[in-house]
């Protein structure tokens, strides 16, 4: 894990993240200026972690921004509080999230549809069947949900199966 976050330093140290969109994908940080990636993807307390989750102090209330265009197609606001825990209090553990489908897209030559979960949001202030733009904001970075701490959980399914998000922007 260590030089996976190592990775990311290095290969993000003087990007200006207000517009970091990676050129081999065409995909958008999610959190303008916050990279730092606290939990991986792949087994994780017992269970399978379904993506990654971006967190550094300071990131609370920050942004969540689409990272490619795409239609919401779920959109969840009912947990009324935001605070570290250690359970599924609501959202069936994601608290408060979105769910972006953005379409086909030719990732490596091979087109795809791909899905992306936003989680664990203060609140989201988009709704389903929404067209969203590469960028725009979808809601904002909370502790929701089973959470222990302020992050995005950021989940990506390619063609209906979660995969790695980090090889997508790195």
């Given at each position: 894990?260590?030089?996976?976050?190592?990775?990311?330093?290095?290969?993000?140290?003087?990007?200006?993240?207000?517009?970091?969109?990676?050129?081999?994908?065409?995909?958008?940080?999610?959190?303008?200026?916050?990279?730092?990636?606290?939990?991986?993807?792949?087994?994780?307390?017992?269970?399978n972690?379904?993506?990654?989750d971006?967190?550094?102090?300071?990131?609370?209330?920050?942004?969540?921004?689409?990272?490619?265009?795409?239609?919401?197609?779920l959109?969840?606001?009912?947990?009324?509080?935001?605070?570290?825990k250690?359970g599924?209090?609501?959202?069936?553990?994601?608290?408060?999230?979105?769910?972006?489908n953005?379409?086909?897209?030719?990732?490596?030559?091979?087109?795809?549809?791909?899905?992306?979960?936003?989680?664990?949001?203060?609140?989201?202030?988009?709704?389903?069947?929404q067209?969203?733009?590469q960028?725009?904001?979808?809601?904002?970075?909370?502790?929701?949900?089973?959470?222990?701490?302020?992050?995005?959980?950021?989940?990506?399914?390619?063609?209906?199966?979660?995969?790695?998000?980090?090889?997508?922007?790195?």
């Amino acid at each position: 894990v260590r030089r996976l976050q190592k990775k990311l330093e290095d290969n993000i140290a003087g990007t200006k993240y207000e517009s970091f969109v990676n050129t081999n994908t065409g995909l958008q940080w999610p959190v303008s200026g916050y990279y730092n990636v606290t939990s991986h993807f792949g087994p994780r307390w017992g269970s399978n972690h379904n993506g990654i989750d971006i967190s550094s102090g300071g990131i609370a209330g920050q942004p969540i921004r689409a990272i490619a265009d795409g239609y919401v197609t779920l959109s969840y606001n009912g947990c009324s509080h935001n605070w570290g825990k250690n359970g599924n209090c609501c959202g069936n553990g994601y608290g408060n999230y979105c769910v972006v489908n953005h379409g086909t897209l030719n990732i490596g030559g091979a087109p795809a549809n791909y899905v992306a979960y936003y989680a664990h949001a203060s609140r989201v202030i988009v709704s389903v069947g929404q067209y969203v733009k590469q960028g725009d904001v979808l809601g904002y970075v909370g502790t929701t949900g089973w959470s222990t701490g302020y992050h995005l959980h950021l989940g990506i399914m390619k063609n209906n199966r979660w995969i790695n998000p980090y090889p997508l922007f790195f």
